[in-house]
T-cell receptor
């Protein structure tokens, strides 16, 4: 059972456009949602995160929109740059102190100059 | 944030052999984890490394196959026993942060190829 789903599997945008990456989950007890950026040959790097008490989290060009009722969230990357080309993973966890994450399958983003 | 270092960064071994992966954090952390990632796929949590006690394994992973040690708050090792070609993947260690939040930080990974 895949608890965290991501779409699309891959996405190509032009430089300067907004990339929208989607994530949904099944377990209503999940209340913390980090997004990770992974470049080939590297470990995942924490990009931005949101807790379920918020519906929006912004950090520079990266914004998470969260819809608790629909169990959906999305990552918006505005003014996309070629350097943003990477795989983005949505994860979910329950803030009970055990820090266990469930990861989605990832979205591979390519930004064309 | 927490910086994690892994050694080796890659290894090639023969089927049936064992290898050990080390992970060191630059500060004391409450939790450390091990993940497996097959080529261009998602990250799968293998186990939680508990300081001074046995690791807690997720479904599909066993201590006989993947023994994990965590002797202190900055160090953990993952061993792959009786390695098989199906174990060829990237292994990441991760840790909780130090600020009481729920962030996790990942090491650079160890790419294992089993021939």
């Amino acid at each position: 059972q895949q608890q965290v789903r991501q779409s699309p599997q891959s996405l190509t945008v032009w430089e300067g456009e907004t990339a929208i990456l989607n994530c949904s989950y099944e377990d209503s007890t999940f209340n913390y949602f980090p997004w990770y950026q992974q470049f080939p040959g590297e470990g995942p790097a924490l990009l931005i995160s949101i807790s379920s008490v918020s519906d929006k989290k912004e950090d520079g060009r990266f914004t998470i929109f969260f819809n608790k009722r629909e169990k959906k969230l999305s990552l918006h990357i505005t003014d996309s740059q070629p350097g943003d080309s990477a795989t983005y993973f949505c994860a979910a966890s329950v803030n009970t102190g055990n820090y266990k994450y469930v990861f989605g399958a990832g979205t591979r983003l390519k930004v064309i100059a | 944030s927490v910086l994690l270092y892994q050694k080796p960064n890659r290894d090639i071994c023969q089927s049936g052999t064992s290898l050990k992966i080390q992970c060191v954090a630059d500060s004391q952390v409450v939790s450390m984890f091990w993940y497996q990632q097959f080529q261009e796929q998602s990250l799968m949590l293998m186990a939680t490394a508990n300081e001074g006690s046995e690791a807690t394994y997720e479904s599909g992973f066993t201590k006989d196959k993947f023994p994990i040690s965590r002797p202190n708050l900055t160090f953990s090792t993952l061993t792959v026993n009786n390695a098989r070609p199906g174990d060829s993947s990237i292994y990441f260690c991760s840790s909780s942060g130090t600020g009481g939040n729920y962030e996790q930080y990942f090491g650079p990974g160890t790419r294992l190829t089993v021939l």
